[in-house]
T-cell receptor, first 110, second 116 residues
Framework: SQQGEEDPQALSIQEGENATMNCSYK?????LQWYRQNSGRGLVHLIL?????REKHSGRLRVTLDTSKKSSSLLITASRAADTASYFC??????????FGSGTQLTVLP | KAGVTQTPRYLIKTRGQQVTLSCSPI?????VSWYQQTPGQGLQFLFE???????NKGNFPGRFSGRQFSNSRSEMNVSTLELGDSALYLC???????????????FGPGTRLTVL
């Protein structure tokens, strides 16, 4: 498979806790993006980090990128029940397409 | 601005039939990409169109085809449907132009295709 891997596959936390998801990809990239999907609906873009960046913040989201390890992580701080969703990383390289990871199902318990 | 719209939202077909799905991108977006999502294979890239030209194609059989019109609207067609074609088909549009790396994609709600 050309897909990257994400871990954990599923994560269950209490409201207010932080959630960390990890992603590995296989080829060199121009950028790496994170998306959220609620229950079989369309994907919503969360954040994009370029290959020359190491860390990026957006609100309660923090993304890191380690191109030497071909890995990225997404941290959601102070999680809310509304954060319950599937989260996907997607790598973008020289080919004009997104290669998605397998996804992490996050459940935030009230 | 209106978001990406896809029609129909749900579709039931039988094996051997063909199907056409439609996608209207966000106004001003000229790049349209299609993805297939299944529980087993996850999200997989089908193809991308820009200015009515297919710029990239994923690893899918020739039964999967698409096109883009001058107003950037796109259609994808699947002929001779198989049970394994049951999936959520997602369309995404972006501002990505010539020479610009593949940036933020705006996804539609998807078309849920069931093949019986």
């Amino acid at each position: 498979s050309q897909q990257g891997e994400e871990d954990p596959q599923a994560l269950s936390i209490q409201e207010g806790e932080n959630a960390t998801m990890n992603c590995s990809y296989k080829t060199s990239i121009n950028n790496l993006q994170w998306y959220r999907q609620n229950s079989g609906r369309g994907l919503v873009h969360l954040i994009l980090i370029r290959s020359n960046e190491r860390e990026k913040h957006s609100g309660r989201l923090r993304v890191t990128l380690d191109t030497s390890k071909k890995s990225s992580s997404l941290l959601i701080t102070a999680s809310r029940a509304a954060d319950t969703a599937s989260y996907f990383c997607a790598s973008s390289g020289s080919a004009r397409q997104l290669t998605f990871g397998s996804g992490t199902q996050l459940t935030v318990l009230p | 601005k209106a978001g990406v719209t896809q029609t129909p939202r749900y579709l039931i077909k039988t094996r051997g039939q063909q199907v056409t799905l439609s996608c209207s991108p966000i106004s001003g977006h000229r790049s349209v990409s299609w993805y297939q999502q299944t529980p087993g294979q996850g999200l997989q890239f089908l193809f991308e169109y820009f200015s009515e030209t297919q710029r990239n194609k994923g690893n899918f059989p020739g039964r999967f085809s698409g096109r883009q019109f001058s107003n950037s609207r796109s259609e994808m067609n699947v002929s001779t449907l198989e049970l394994g074609d049951s999936a959520l088909y997602l369309c995404a549009s972006s501002l990505s132009g010539q020479g610009i790396s593949y940036n933020e994609q705006f996804f539609g709600p998807g078309t849920r295709l069931t093949v019986l």
